[in-house]
């Protein structure tokens, strides 16, 4: 199958819904691709949860309504694996492969949870904490289970306070990052009152979980299962009963298809202008890719990118202010919830460090570099390609990861070629 | 060449440059006899083509010199193999050179007649034998040879044990670029200079860089990495029109060439281009690559690839490496042009640079491989 838009966005969470809007809102014909079956991205999933009588409200449903009224054409499903030439890509669902060509492209690939390598953390029950989440929301029974949830970031307390409302006995919520750290947050946030507002909300809804700064889970313990979590609190050695650990160290950008079709970063993040331009000409990113900053900044970039695709950009310059607002709010985050350089002490030496090849972290750190490690010890030559313990390595051990070639996701060798994979 | 001068100032006998696999070798074999030996390498120990190959340990006879110098490695490496760590994946898979019609079974009959005459143990298998040696094969197939001390491994581990004991004595820089080599004293990037006895200049396609008189050009090849599916394929498969195909010089072509990996992983290959000096995949390539591999194995296809790479490979104009001194400067012996065969050949490279370097004979003829030959083809040509 081969099909051409004015405007390819990649990505279905915020960013990339508003950004699909904006451009067929301007008469562009827009097609929306993203891996997951549903719209909403990783958010607006975790969110639809907190609906009233299972109705999507609040800004997803307002964006949600907005897509639904267009005509751009959903690729749920499929998910991109090479540009094999510029302004085209391909896409897989299953063994079939589209060939997806556009005049401009926009890219919102999100971000994933940095999950990171300590003793027992590959223990049954020790979870992502997004990971748990969508398990709970899957079915998983967690009413009356006691839940550890430990790392950084805003989300860890929106996970909590979600499995507090399916009925989790959320013995610990634990954050790296000090309470002074926090402090500042807040003081960053009076002159944002939206996030201001979000922030009491989380605060009240989480009242009652035991919140603890500086402290970080340094082992999983039990024999076929997690039974207790090792913490470090405030430096002090604390072991606490539980069945489930729900860990995440904030965000990592998900920036591969931005890297196969030749963007420049700034470290871990794509180099956008304030029209969500990348290096590389008609090819746009917006949301986390950019920055991690929550839904705020991503429906502002996305709309902003949308437009200005679209050729509308008078009405996209209209937006700037509001995301300049957002890029103080992400750099406050990235701020706020920096990791703790002692957490690289987590993993022992026989701690494994990447889980598709079994790879454990003596194997690893002898190494000068990410691509001598994958060579020698083949850390992260898994199927996961390096997704997980790629970031992990990048915090351990500062190395900058290699560039990034197709295939960025595994696709059937087939596939490889494109629709003529057909012959097959 | 006469017997090794060392002393005179010099901190070591030999300086090798380049930590490939050929590299390696060779410092394992020296330093094995007794002689002082650092290896300077501008990247990481087995990162260029070793990395970017597939590993195969393979008889092949496109000249009676390839045959030698192959048979020779395959003894030497059989030599290495109880000392190697696990995790240099060796596997004695052998190799089946396949054939599709009559025109390529009379190949194969005569491959079977040279081989075996060589001591080289192998079979020919007709249709119904191949199909049960490799069950996903199309069927028909008219049959194959199967060679069967040929084997697989896992080449940058491979090299950084060769390289253990240069590493423990402190004689292993790495991150270290050479940007001239003058009679017998190395200038590296940095200024830094080094008297040696001798250099070895095993650089790969960056010997030319580094050594004048001679031709090399690069020749880029891709490879497809599957997941794990053990059991698919139980042997190293190519197809013998790759005989063919691998050995015209000019043209690019691909071939049908698969490797069953320790882990259960499949290795697809195998391209061949000149002219493209960028490490981009090339999508035409891979169709074809992929297309090639279908037409023999039909379920590839379904195979989940994770990854695709590109290397290059140090191709001479006679397809044959050079392993001696250097016409210009008989203080550097070559090391390089190696082309699809270094993994296999670093063996007999390294130990004809050492018996050259002790003045002693070799096990096999010496003169097809010696850089001066190449003077002789230019004043000829």
């Not at chain 1, 998983?140 to 949830?149: A, E, H, N, Q, S």
């Not at chain 1, 909300?201 to 039990?222: D, E, H, K, V």
């Not at chain 2, 194959?144 to 253990?164: E, K, S």
């Given at each position: 199958m081969t099909r051409s838009f004015d405007v390819l966005v990649v990505g279905a969470g915020p960013a990339g819904i508003a950004a699909a809007v904006c451009a067929a809102d301007e008469?562009?014909?827009?097609?929306?691709?993203?891996?997951?079956?549903?719209?909403?991205?990783?958010?607006?999933?975790?969110?639809?949860?907190n609906t009233e009588h299972g109705k999507v409200v609040g800004d997803a449903e307002v964006w949600m309504r907005r897509l639904d009224r267009t005509s751009v054409q959903s690729f749920l499903g499929w998910h991109i694996f090479d540009a094999p030439a510029p302004k085209v890509l391909r896409a897989a669902w299953g063994p079939e492969v589209a060939e997806l060509h556009f005049k401009s492209l926009i890219i919102a690939t999100g971000a994933r949870e940095r999950l990171l390598p300590f003793p027992g953390w590959t223990l049954p029950n020790v979870l992502g904490a997004g990971g748990l989440q969508a398990l709970v929301k899957?079915?998983?029974?967690?009413?009356?289970?006691?839940?550890?949830?430990?790392?950084?970031?805003?989300?860890l307390i929106a996970v909590a306070v979600y499995l507090r409302q399916k009925g989790a006995d959320v013995v610990a919520l634990c954050e790296q990052a000090s309470t002074s750290n926090l402090l500042k947050f807040g003081i960053g946030l009076l002159g944002q009152?939206?996030?201001?507002?979000?922030?009491?909300?989380?605060?009240?809804?989480?009242?009652?979980?035991?919140?603890?700064?500086?402290?970080?889970?340094?082992?999983?313990?039990?024999?076929?299962?997690l039974e207790r979590v090792a913490l470090n609190d405030n430096g002090r050695a604390v072991e606490i009963e539980a069945d489930y650990l729900a860990c995440g160290f904030h965000l990592v950008p998900n920036c591969q298809l931005v890297s196969l079709v030749g963007c420049v970063l700034d470290g871990s993040y794509v180099r956008v202008d304030e029209f969500q331009q990348t290096t590389v000409a008609d090819v746009f990113s917006a949301g986390e890719t950019t920055g991690v900053g929550g839904v705020e900044a991503a429906l502002v970039e996305g709309q902003i990118a949308g437009l200005t695709a679209a050729g509308a950009r008078q009405k996209a310059a209209s937006l700037l202010k509001e995301r300049n607002a957002t890029r103080r709010f992400t750099r406050l985050l990235d701020r706020t919830y920096a990791l703790n350089p002692d957490l690289r002490r987590l993993p022992a030496s026989d701690t494994i460090v990447c889980r598709c090849e079994d790879v454990s972290m003596k194997a690893v750190q002898g190494n000068a570099s990410w691509r001598e490690a994958k060579l020698q010890s083949r850390v992260g030559m898994g199927a996961c390609q390096g997704r997980i313990c790629g970031a992990a390595c990048e915090f351990l051990f500062g190395w900058g990861m290699e560039s990034v070639r197709p295939p960025i996701q595994p696709v059937p060798v087939g596939s490889l070629?494109?629709?003529r994979a057909e012959n097959f | 060449m006469g017997h090794l001068v060392t002393g005179q100032g010099s901190t070591y006998d030999v300086v090798v440059v380049g930590a490939g696999i050929v590299g390696a070798a060779c410092a394992h074999f020296l330093t094995r006899e007794g002689l002082r030996v650092a290896v300077l390498e501008k990247g990481i120990v087995g990162g260029g083509a070793t990395a970017a190959g597939m590993g195969h340990l393979v008889a092949m006879d496109d000249s009676p010199a390839q045959l030698a110098l192959t048979k020779l490695s395959l003894q030497l490496w059989r030599g290495l193999l109880e000392e190697l760590p696990a995790s240099a994946e060796y596997r004695e898979t052998g190799t089946l050179w396949i054939a599709t019609d009559e025109e390529e079974m009379a190949e194969v009959r005569r491959k079977y007649g040279l081989y075996s005459s060589m001591g080289l143990a192998c079979e020919v298998l007709d249709g119904e034998a191949l199909a049960k040696a490799e069950s996903e094969?199309?069927?028909?197939?008219?049959?194959?040879?199967?060679?069967?001390?040929?084997?697989?491994?896992?080449?940058?581990?491979?090299?950084?044990?060769?390289?253990?004991?240069?590493?423990e004595r402190g004689a292993l820089f790495t991150g270290r670029s050479v940007s001239s080599i003058e009679g017998n004293v190395i200038t590296l990037g940095d200024g830094t200079r080094i008297s040696t006895g001798y250099v070895v200049n095993a650089a790969g396609c960056s010997a030319v860089d580094l050594t004048s008189g001679f031709v090399m050009r690069k020749r880029k090849g891709h490879l497809i990495i599957t997941d794990r599916y053990p059991g698919f394929l139980r042997h190293q498969v190519v197809e013998l029109g790759y005989l063919k195909s691998a050995h015209s010089v000019t043209a690019d072509s691909v071939?049908?060439?698969?490797?069953?990996?320790?882990?259960?992983?499949?290795?697809?290959?195998?391209?061949?281009?000149?002219?493209?000096?960028?490490?981009?995949?090339?999508?035409?390539?891979?169709?074809?690559?992929?297309?090639?591999?279908?037409?023999?194995?039909p379920g590839v296809a379904r195979l989940s690839a994770l990854r695709i790479w590109t290397g290059f490979r140090a191709a001479t104009p006679d397809k044959l490496p050079l392993i001696g001194p250097s016409p210009g400067n008989p203080k550097v012996l070559l090391a390089t042009g190696h082309e699809g065969l270094g993994i296999t050949t670093s063996m007999a490279t390294a130990q004809l640079i050492t018996d050259m370097l002790l003045g002693r004979s070799s096990p096999i003829a010496r003169e097809p491989y010696l850089p001066s030959r190449m003077n002789y083809e230019a004043a000829h040509a």
């Open positions: 008469g562009r014909e827009v097609a929306i691709v993203d891996e997951n079956p549903h719209p909403g991205g990783q958010i607006w999933r975790i969110g639809r949860e899957a079915g998983l029974p967690i009413r009356g289970k006691r839940v550890v949830v430990a790392g950084t970031g805003p989300l009152p939206t996030k201001l507002a979000d922030a009491v909300r989380f605060g009240w809804q989480s009242r009652g979980i035991p919140l603890r700064t500086s402290c970080w889970p340094t082992a999983a313990l039990g024999r076929d299962k070629i494109g629709t | 094969l199309r069927r028909p197939l008219a049959g194959a040879l199967r060679v069967l001390g040929d084997g697989v491994v896992y080449p940058p581990v491979v090299a950084q044990f060769l390289l253990r004991e240069v590493a071939a049908f060439n698969l490797q069953p990996r320790a882990t259960g992983q499949i290795l697809i290959g195998s391209s061949r281009q000149y002219e493209d000096e960028g490490a981009a995949v090339d999508d035409d390539i891979v169709r074809k690559m992929v297309e090639r591999a279908c037409a023999y194995m």
